[in-house]
């Protein structure tokens, strides 16, 4: 079986629903593959939005019509303004959020969605044809085409330190890049990526923290990103 859509999204996360969402709103034909469907924007084990850094991103998205700053109002616990023993300049309102009935919502909007197919399936190939386009095979052996393909799997959390395992997500082993990897993509802005190993970054005293977002959004620069 081979299908043809017009842009192909490989992962069914936050990043992957935001941008099937807007690659079908704006009429292209899209299809987006997630390995669970009833997993789609799943949320970590503290399940919140907004927050110093991701607050401004929310913002981002939602100033561009996206859905996570909708689905987070529709599906919040609590919400809250950080912060406020600052300035204004540094407050920042984060949401609580409902773990399961998000996922449902975001589930539901990329069902009804015009445009926009959802398909639970592995994807194991792509390569890119004679023809232009980039073509990919899922585990079942199913074959799909597509002009453009976003590949939305995740980052690479699952590393060692030292031969301890420095992240609880095990999904997080870097598929998707190795798919790009062999399609001849190349990794750009590898310091936005959320590194889990530690030791990784500048200045010294942050050494055996996690680098995630906040820590970056403090001033902390990776010094292996090449």
């Known amino acids: 079986m081979l299908k043809e859509y017009d842009i192909i999204v490989i992962g069914a996360g936050h990043a992957g629903c935001e941008a099937a969402l807007a690659a079908s709103r704006l009429g292209y034909k899209t299809v987006i593959f997630g390995i669970n469907i009833d997993s789609i924007a799943n949320m970590a084990c503290n399940p919140s939005i907004g927050g110093t850094a991701k607050g401004q ?27 406020k ?40 190939s792509l390569n890119k044809t004679e023809d232009g386009l980039w073509e990919m095979a899922t585990q079942l052996e199913a074959v799909y085409k597509a002009k ?21 997500h ?21 310091e936005t990526l959320q590194y889990h190993p530690t030791g990784v970054a500048f200045p010294e005293q942050i050494f055996g923290a996690l680098v995630t977002e906040k820590v970056r959004s403090l001033g902390a620069k990776l010094v292996n990103k090449n």
């Open 85 to 124: 023993a600052k300035g204004p300049a540094v407050y920042s309102p984060r949401a609580q959020i409902d773990r399961k009935r998000y996922q449902m919502y975001m589930k539901n909007v990329l069902e009804c969605q015009e445009n926009l197919d959802l398909k639970q399936a592995e994807i194991v």
């Open 148 to 168: 453009t393909v976003v590949i939305a799997t995740g980052g690479a959390g699952r590393m060692h330190y030292q031969g301890f395992p420095t992240s609880n």
């Open 170 to 190: 095990y999904g997080a082993t870097a598929d998707g890049l190795v798919l790009g990897y062999r399609a001849g993509a190349k990794l750009l802005y590898a």
């Open 57 to 83: 991103l929310v913002r981002e998205i939602d100033a561009l019509g996206g859905e996570m700053g909708r689905a987070a109002d529709l599906n919040a616990i609590q919400t809250k303004l950080l912060n």
